[in-house]
C-alpha cells in the first residue's frame, strides 16, 4: 500500500513511530521506554517522546534513555502544552509509515501495538484502535465514577459525532496510517485531549480496526485530565457535531438557555401554584395586573443562567471568587433589559388576547410568556457576550483544552 505520502521501504526507515506524550512522567517513562522496546523489538520503529517542560523532569529520565537508544528521540516543549498538541508535535516529525500514541502511565498495553501496527501496515485499515470497551478490552482503572462518566462520554461521541464507528472513541492509544495522518491533520484542532475523536471526525471516511487491551490502573504519578474535563468536552463535541453552522459556544448558550427556560417555566407554575399575589401597577391603568410569578420565574432563571454561562458557556472569561459578585451584578442588570423585553412582549400579547382567546386562559398565558422569554433571550445573548464576559474588549475566540 505504498503510495507518495507513504513514501519508498528505504532501509533503515522505521515501520512505526511511536509519539508520547508527556507531563510529570518521570516515574514512569524509564519503564515504559524498556517495555516498548521489546514489544517492538522485531519491527524498524522509533520512539518519539514530546514533553511540555514538566517540572518533574520527565525529559531529563526520558534523554538518560535515548542515550542508550538510538530509537528513542526526545522533545522537550515550551511553547506549547497540552496532550493532542504534543501528539500532533510528535506526528509532525516522525518518519515512520504508520504512527501510534501511547500514554506514558503504562496504562496502555503495549504489547497489543505490533498487532495494531500490522493492521494498518498490512490489514489495510487506516486506524487501528486499542479499545477498552470492545471485544478483549477491560476497563480496570480506579473508581466507578471514572469509568462511568468514560462510559457517557464515549456514548456521547458515538451519539453526536457520526462518523465514529468505534466503541472507543476517547482511547488515548492508537495507530494512524501516514496518509490518513497527513490528509487529516490541517483540520484538527489541536486543543484539548480528544486526538483520536478529531481524526475520526474531521478525517474523509476512515477504515478502522480494534484490538483490546486492559486498561489498567496508573500506577505512579496522576492523571491531568481532571479540572474543567466535562465542558471541555462539550464544547468539543459540539463543535465537532455543529461546527460547521454554528458556533459551539453558543450552542452551549442555548443549552444552558434551555436548562434557564425550564427554570423559569418551572418557577412561574410554582408561583402560579402558591398563587403569589398580582401586581396592579398604578401608573399603568388600563394594563392586566402583572403576574408575580412571572417575575419569580425569571429571578429564578437569571440566577441558574449566570451559573451556567459562567461555569460552562465563558468559561475563560468567568468570574471567580468574590468577582462573582460582581459579574452577577452585570448579568443582573443585562437580564433587567431582558425582563423588560419579556413582560412588555407578554404583556403586548395578553392585552392583544393572543393566541386567540378560545384557547384555555392559562395555556395562552404559558404560551405568551413563552413567546417573551425567547424574544429577551436573544436580546440578552448580546448584552452578554458584549458586556458581561467580554470584559478585555477583545474580539472573543473560544477554545477549550
Ligand atoms: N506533552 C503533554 N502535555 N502530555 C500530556 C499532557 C500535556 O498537556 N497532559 C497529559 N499528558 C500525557 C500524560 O503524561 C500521559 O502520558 C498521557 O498524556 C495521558 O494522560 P493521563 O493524565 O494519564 O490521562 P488519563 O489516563 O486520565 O486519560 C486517558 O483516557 C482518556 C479517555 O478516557 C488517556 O488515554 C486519554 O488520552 C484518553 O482520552
Ligand atoms: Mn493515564
Redesign the pocket.
Known amino acids: 500500500m505504498a503510495d507518495e505520502t507513504d513514501g519508498p521501504d528505504e532501509p533503515g526507515r522505521p515501520v512505526v513511530s511511536v509519539i508520547?506524550?508527556?507531563?510529570?512522567?518521570a516515574e514512569n517513562i524509564a519503564e515504559l521506554l524498556d517495555r516498548l522496546g521489546r514489544a517492538l523489538a522485531d519491527l524498524p520503529h522509533e520512539v518519539i517522546v514530546?514533553?511540555?517542560d514538566s517540572p518533574d523532569e520527565t525529559w531529563r529520565a526520558a534523554r538518560a534513555h535515548a542515550a542508550g537508544d538510538p530509537a528513542v528521540r526526545v522533545i522537550r516543549?515550551f511553547e506549547d502544552?497540552?496532550?493532542s498538541s504534543?501528539v500532533l508535535a510528535g506526528m509532525a516529525v516522525a518518519e515512520g509509515r504508520a504512527l501510534a500514541v501511547i500514554?506514558?502511565?503504562l496504562?496502555?498495553d503495549e504489547t497489543a501495538l505490533p498487532e495494531m501496527v500490522r493492521s494498518v501496515v498490512d490489514g489495510g485499515s487506516d486506524v487501528c484502535i486499542g479499545t477498552r470497551w470492545g471485544p478483549g478490552g477491560s476497563y480496570e482503572e480506579g473508581p466507578q465514577i471514572r469509568r462511568f462518566g468514560?462510559r457517557a462520554a464515549t456514548l456521547l461521541a458515538r451519539k453526536l459525532v457520526t462518523k465514529t464507528r468505534t466503541t472507543d472513541p476517547?482511547?488515548?492509544?492508537f495507530v494512524i496510517s501516514r496518509l490518513a495522518y497527513e490528509q487529516t491533520a490541517p483540520a484538527i484542532n489541536p486543543r484539548g485531549?480528544?486526538i483520536l475523536l478529531e481524526f475520526l471526525g474531521r478525517g474523509r471516511e476512515l477504515r478502522l480496526s480494534e484490538v483490546g487491551y486492559r486498561f489498567g490502573p496508573?500506577r505512579r504519578g496522576e492523571?491531568?485530565?481532571s479540572a474543567n474535563i466535562v465542558r471541555n468536552y462539550l464544547i468539543a463535541v459540539l463543535d465537532l457535531r455543529y461546527g460547521r453552522h454554528l458556533s459551539p459556544v453558543f450552542a452551549m448558550y442555548c443549552l444552558v438557555g434551555i436548562t434557564g427556560v425550564a427554570v423559569n417555566l418551572g418557577g412561574f407554575a410554582l408561583g402560579e401554584a402558591v398563587s403569589l399575589p398580582r401586581l396592579d401597577l398604578a401608573f399603568t391603568p388600563g394594563l392586566n395586573p402583572i403576574r408575580t410569578s412571572v417575575l419569580f420565574g425569571i429571578e429564578l432563571s437569571i440566577v441558574s443562567n449566570f451559573l451556567g454561562n459562567n461555569y460552562a458557556t465563558f468559561y475563560e472569561d468567568r468570574y471567580r471568587g468574590r468577582g462573582l459578585l460582581r459579574g452577577f451584578g452585570k448579568f443582573q442588570a443585562v437580564s433587567m433589559v431582558g425582563l423588560v423585553v419579556q413582560v412588555a412582549v407578554f404583556q403586548l400579547l395578553e392585552q392583544n388576547d393572543f393566541p386567540a382567546a378560545s384557547v384555555a386562559d392559562g395555556l395562552a398565558a404559558i404560551v405568551n410568556n413563552g413567546i417573551g422569554i425567547a424574544v429577551a433571550t436573544l436580546t440578552n445573548f448580546l448584552l452578554n457576550t458584549t458586556v458581561t464576559w467580554n470584559r478585555r474588549g477583545r474580539v472573543r475566540r473560544f477554545t477549550y483544552g
Open positions: 508520547v506524550p508527556t507531563y510529570n512522567e514530546v514533553d511540555d516543549r502544552r497540552g496532550l504534543a500514554d506514558a502511565d496504562q496502555h468514560s476517547l482511547s488515548g492509544y485531549f480528544k496508573r492523571t491531568k485530565l
